[in-house]
């Protein structure tokens, strides 16, 4: 099966940074990759998807680039709205891993 | 408005049975795969399973940790899921989320584009 490997597991970066998240894949999976954000109590949200395909809605800030089996998400400029797990799934695979989740905090 | 409504969970002894629901409106669900995904407290998603739509023979696929215990089936024409759940464990406890699939026309991958809110399954005694 296919792993993957979220770092870093936890950040807390301030307003208007610009914050990275890594995923890698055990093992080559093209660009089927997605990111979803999951804020405290509530469902996972699809942010992007296709490794770099922004989902309608989300804002702008949010970005996602890569291929093969090294993967990053990047928020801009954080907002305090952004407070929430991250998590990348790799959705062409069976099963179809989840990253661990990257916590993501303000200060 | 695209909704996803799970329900059914609860309170279970280790060893029991329990099914969980899930309403799908705004959509036309036929259309469409369906997965469940878990996550027990405190930890990170774990995919359950996945039914295909009627044009892929309504095919299933279940995660390693629930094959043989958890099915997964549903009705069209209630537009609904189902995760039938037996022999539960206590490491089943989890909130379970229904998720919709869709295909990414360029890369023919089906990806989980809508979740429900969930339902709490506690298997416990």
């Known amino acids: 099966d296919i792993q993957m490997t979220q770092s870093p597991s936890s950040l807390s970066a301030s307003v208007g940074d610009r914050v990275t998240i890594t995923c890698r894949a055990s093992?080559?999976?093209?660009?089927?990759l997605a990111w979803y954000q999951q804020k405290p109590g509530k469902a996972p949200k699809l942010l992007i998807y296709a490794a770099s395909t922004l989902q309608s809605g989300v804002p702008s800030r949010f970005s996602g680039s890569g291929s093969g089996t090294d993967f990053t998400l990047t928020i801009s400029s954080l907002q305090p709205e952004d407070l929430a797990t991250y998590y990348c799934q790799n959705y062409n695979s069976a099963p179809p891993p989840f990253g661990g989740g990257t916590k993501v905090e303000i200060k | 408005e695209v909704q996803l409504v799970e329900s059914g969970g609860g309170l279970v002894q280790p060893g029991g049975s329990l099914r969980l629901s899930c309403a799908a409106s705004?959509?036309?669900?036929?259309?469409?795969?369906m997965d469940w995904v878990r996550q027990a407290p405190g930890k990170g998603l774990e995919w359950v399973g996945r039914t295909r739509n009627k044009a892929n023979s309504y095919t299933t696929e279940y995660a390693a940790s629930v094959k043989g215990r958890f099915t997964i089936s549903r009705d069209d024409s209630k537009k609904s899921l189902y995760l039938q759940m037996n022999s539960l464990k206590t490491e089943d406890t989890a909130v379970y989320y229904c998720v919709r699939d869709v295909r990414d026309i360029l890369t023919g991958g089906y990806y989980m584009d809508v979740w429900g809110k969930g339902t709490t399954v506690t298997v416990s005694s």
């Open positions: 705004g959509f036309t669900f036929s259309n469409h795969y």
């Open positions: 093992q080559g999976i093209s660009n089927y």
